[in-house]
């Protein structure tokens, strides 16, 4: 079956630190691949995706690689801020499994200014 | 457009009691599905409904949840009797056929004490 195994936090960083969270699959079929983002308070979102391998998602400055060789799609940030202290969620889904989702454990990220 | 909709946000029952959480998918949308996560662990698939229909329960606990999406529109999961390991926050989303993006709702955080 499909599993998924992230870095475990907690993580915490000062602002404008560089930021990876690891993050590995498996999976029978070819997944599709997620970073959902939880803030403080709030449901989850999603931050960026990649639907096959190589292609890079990105947003508000995260970005992941879907890399098929190494069954991993980390995600990284250059430069942190306080704002983007939550919970990260690596999630993958395939059409096999009717594209529900199969979740990391979450990191807990906290910025310090 | 609105999102989809969970309610109630919180809910605190004695164990042994009954409650049922509701939730609206965004309009349209023929895939839902619920989630838990119990403190700390992972979110974990529940069910799959493709509009009326139970596409998939492999994740339901035990027969002390019930699923309904009656006309295919908002779903309820109900728990009937509560019990202590139940707690957890309970998320819906709800995606359109083939769509491979899932849509979140808030989540309902339930404790049972």
């Known amino acids: 079956g499909n599993s998924v195994t992230q870095m475990e936090g907690p993580v915490t960083l000062s602002e404008e630190a560089f930021l990876t969270i690891n993050c590995t699959y498996t999976a029978t079929g070819y997944p599709s691949l997620f970073w959902y983002v939880q803030y403080p308070g709030e449901g989850l979102q999603l931050l960026l995706k990649?639907?096959?391998?190589?292609d890079k998602g990105s947003n508000k400055g995260f970005e992941a690689t879907y890399r098929k060789e190494t069954t991993s799609f980390h995600l990284e940030k250059g430069s942190v801020q306080v704002s983007d202290s939550a919970v990260y969620f690596c999630?993958?889904?395939?059409?096999?499994?009717?594209?529900?989702?199969?979740f990391g454990k979450g990191t807990l990220l906290t910025v310090n200014p | 457009e609105a999102g989809v909709t969970q309610f109630p946000s919180h809910s605190v029952i004695e164990k042994g009691q009954t409650v049922t959480l509701r939730c609206d998918p965004i309009s349209g949308h023929d895939n839902l599905y619920w989630y838990r996560r119990v403190m700390g662990k992972e979110i974990k698939f529940l069910l799959h409904f493709v509009k009326e229909s139970k596409q998939d329960e492999s994740g339901m606990p035990n027969n002390r949840f019930l699923a309904e999406r009656t006309g295919g529109t908002y779903s309820t999961l109900k728990v009937q009797p509560a019990e202590l390991e139940d707690s957890g926050v309970y998320f819906c989303?709800?995606?359109?056929?083939?769509?491979?993006?899932?849509?979140f709702g808030q989540g309902t955080r339930l404790t049972v004490v």
């Open positions: 999630a993958l889904s395939d059409r096999g499994s009717n594209y529900k989702l199969t």
């Open positions: 989303a709800s995606n359109p056929s083939r769509e491979v993006q899932a849509f």
């Open positions: 990649a639907t096959k391998a190589d």
